[in-house]
């Protein structure tokens, strides 16, 4: 969002839209689990990251886990077009152990914001551009 700074206001208004809209969901979802689920997943923000990536796996497992990734550039003229990758542990669990080794430079604590935080900066900035959080849906 901070990057589209030098942008159009509608560009700039439709990232931030697309972003809160995912992040609500995300909200969503936590909301919907029961306290056993909830305490299981963890939802972090790394704020050099330029699109949504999720790395899920199974720590009592060897064989439970997968990597989501969209990649995604400055200028993103097409992103319905946008390189998509899934990464299984059980399928190319060598290149899901190199790839899940850098979560823990990822997840510091004092780099990444936990999911509330991220929701409340949003919602601030959503209700800045006259964007109703309430009224984002999910895009799918």
């Keep these: 969002y901070d990057a589209l700074a030098e942008q159009d206001d509608v ?3 439709n ?3 697309e972003l809160a809209t995912s992040v609500k969901t995300l909200d969503d979802f936590k909301s919907s ?4 689920q909830n305490h299981r ?3 972090l923000a790394h704020p050099g990251a330029s699109s949504l990536s999720a790395i899920i796996r199974d720590r ?5 886990g997968v990597i989501v990734f969209t990649a995604k550039w400055a200028t993103d003229a097409q992103p319905d077009h946008r390189l998509y990758g899934v990464i299984d542990r059980k399928t190319h669990g060598e ?3 190199v790839l899940d080794g850098y979560v823990p430079e990822l997840i510091k604590p004092n780099v990444t914001m936990e999911l509330p935080q991220l929701v409340e900066i949003l919602k601030k900035r ?3 551009n006259h964007i109703k959080w309430a009224d984002l849906r999910d895009l799918n």
Excluded: D, P, Q, T
């Excluded at 009592?60 to 439970?64: C, D, L």
């Design 11 to 13: 560009r700039k208004k």
């Design 15 to 17: 990232y931030l839209k």
């Design 33 to 36: 689990l029961n306290e056993i």
């Design 41 to 43: 997943v963890i939802i």
């Design 60 to 64: 009592g497992s060897n064989e439970r």
């Design 95 to 97: 290149l899901f152990r």
């Design 126 to 128: 959503c209700e800045a």
